[in-house]
């Protein structure tokens, strides 16, 4: 069942419309400086996260795995990963744990060399559960750096078969974070201030916030047959709020949720976030070829280092410190919050 599930979610995510009706990244306007600081050519778009360097401040998102076209998609998107230095996440291993002829289609991504390699399980099933054993054949599988532990209980709560226990999730979660490297990650509806909180004082090492701007589960969750999808399309925080909103906690953060250009990363990382999470844009490049992959990544780089250029900086670091103007609803997100 979760086999097929994967597939529908690739074939949906791919052919439909599953955004967000409003993208909150058009909310955000970087102040332009008149005289550069470097050449653009020697803008440093460099970062370390978790302990590793990247060439680019960019992680491709968690997406898939668990069944035979999935393995194809990750190991396009290694390819791509390994070539140009930056991060990968696969997406939930749940189908691999249950079904153990699965694994290849994770463990692909471990045949390649990339800087920062992110495995991935579901928090839902740490409240029916899943613990320590399961962790430590997700990291296995694929030679793991960190974990993310993904929420995404409005999938759940929309889709026809979600588990929607949430029981001694926390308690379980803190117990893990005591002893492996675990990210928080949402999966389109932002993670909240509360949570972070919680993240943070149990010892998770890292937010994705993956809030809303892109990818809408609910959507996704709709097409499938959750019909309350409609109403919830839009349901959750937006990804820039999320970022503004965690920042003085002081965690390293992905800002991640409907990054579709490099000046949406630039406007990401001007708002506190040391890296980006890119997924849906990603998955049709996928399916074709790494090159196809590199294709997208490769304008993505060149945008995010034209910004940080007519921003005045010479780094990616320095780009923490652009001037921003907040407009339009992610504004009035910031005025009642
Ligand atoms: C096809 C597809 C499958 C996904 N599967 C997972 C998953 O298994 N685990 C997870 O943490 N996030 C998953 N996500 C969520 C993404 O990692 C990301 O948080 C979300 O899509 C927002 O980013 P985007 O707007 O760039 O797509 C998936 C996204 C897509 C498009």
Known sequence: MIENRKLEHIKICADKDVNSHHNYW???????????KVDMENVELSVEFLGKKLNYPIIIDAMTGGHKVAKLINENLAAAAEELGIGM??????????NTKLEDTYSVVAKYDMPLRIGNLGAP???????EEEVKKAIEMIDAHAIDIHFNYLQEAIQPEGDTKVG???ENLAELARKYKLIAKETGAGISRNAAEFFKNAGFKAIDVSGVSGTSF????????????????????PAPYCILSLKDLNMPLIGSGGIRNGLDAAKAIALGADVVGIARILLKPAMKSKEDVIKVLERIIKELRIAVFLIG?????ELKNAKYVVRGELAQWLRHC
């Open 26 to 36: 058009n909310d955000v306007v970087l102040k332009h400086e008149t005289i550069p």
């Open 89 to 98: 996440a696969v997406g939930s291993q749940r189908a691999a744990i249950e």
């Open 125 to 131: 099933q740490f409240a029916l559960g899943y613990g």
């Open 168 to 170: 001694n999730l926390r």
């Open 218 to 237: 609910a959507a996704v969750e709709y097409y499938r047959g959750g019909e309350e999808g409609k109403l919830f399309w839009d349901w959750g925080l």
């Open 313 to 317: 900086a010479e780094s990616v670091k």
